[in-house]
């Protein structure tokens, strides 16, 4: 048997791929494409509907008589998008969102989690929050342009009001299905206060936190728009009425898409938050959705 010489330093071929791995990383690509696929095609199978509706007077118990076509809001849209009025009203929405979702996280959140844990304080203000919360923001108009100074302080405490209440309880109930295990382990390590809100229970309810802010931002936007049709002078919302009060349809429909528009976009900014702040997911092989 002849003798094998071996070549210290020479290249070793790396080895092949099954073909199996190439199958189901193109499967998996696939699989990651087709929520986007499909909501793209519902996108455009809304708005083919839309435009046979709108184009034939469709008229049978719903009426589509006076309702825009598509291309007349796209018309429409490409000139109020060289006005700086209607430039204008979107950055005044955005931050009244803005300030009145913040100022609802700041107190929501810290008053979820030391309610979820204290529960002499959950007894003495649920009840309160649990008489407050059913009304409606529209109600809360007459009542906050007589408590605030200006009709910009009114508008951003309804908007305030409507996100504060789906960050309080979502808050609150991730609390609730803590483990009560891991505190006891955490004290009996010798945790601090301090140290098992920061290490183990914030970290636990990030999950029902972040819920909290996605359904509260929906409810800002509706908030904000009743607000603004109310008492408003400026916003997106004001210029949806506006436009109904001048029978300029076309306006009317770019008033809701905008403010669609806006709270997906919102509602996306908020996920993406939720998945960089929680890295767990990221190694579970999570994604923002």
């Known amino acids: 048997m002849p003798d ?5 330093g020479a290249p070793v071929a790396a080895p092949l791929a099954p073909a199996g791995s190439h199958r189901a990383a193109v499967r998996t690509a696939l699989l990651r494409l087709r929520g986007p696929a499909l909501g793209l095609l519902t996108i455009a199978l809304a708005l083919l509907a839309w435009d046979l ?5 469709v008229s049978f118990h719903i009426r589509f008589l006076n ?5 007349s809001v796209l018309a429409s849209a490409s000139h109020a998008f060289s006005d700086p009025d209607f430039s204008y009203n979107l950055l005044i929405s955005c931050r009244r969102i803005g300030t009145g979702f913040l100022a609802a996280t700041a107190l929501g959140v810290p008053l979820g989690l030391t309610m979820g844990r204290w529960r002499l304080l959950r007894d003495a203000l649920l009840p309160l929050f649990e008489i407050v919360r059913p009304i409606p923001a529209i109600a809360w108009v007459p009542m906050s342009i007589m408590l605030w100074p200006s009709n910009e302080e009114s508008i951003v405490f309804i908007t305030f009001l409507g996100s504060f209440f789906p960050i309080l309880l979502n808050t609150l109930m ?7 295990v891991l505190v006891r ?16 229970l914030l970290p636990a309810v990030l999950p029902q936190v972040f819920t909290g802010l996605a359904v509260g931002m929906g409810v800002a936007w509706v908030s904000l728009i009743a607000a603004e049709m109310i008492a408003g002078q400026f ?10 009060s001048l ?9 809701m898409v905008c403010i669609g528009a806006l709270g997906l976009g919102s509602s996306a900014l908020i996920r993406l938050v939720g998945w960089l702040v929680m890295p767990w997911g990221r190694l579970a092989g999570g994604r923002p959705k």
């Open 185 to 200: 382990a955490a004290r009996c390590l010798g945790a601090k206060e301090v140290s098992i809100f920061r290490e183990v």
């Open 4 to 8: 094998m010489v071996i070549e210290i």
């Open 67 to 71: 309702v825009p076509t598509p291309a």
């Open 235 to 244: 916003g997106i919302g004001y210029f949806t009425w506006e436009a109904y």
């Open 247 to 255: 029978v300029q349809y076309p306006d009317i429909v770019l008033g």
């Open 174 to 180: 991730g609390m609730g299905q803590v483990d009560p």
């Open 53 to 57: 509706l709108t184009t034939y007077r």
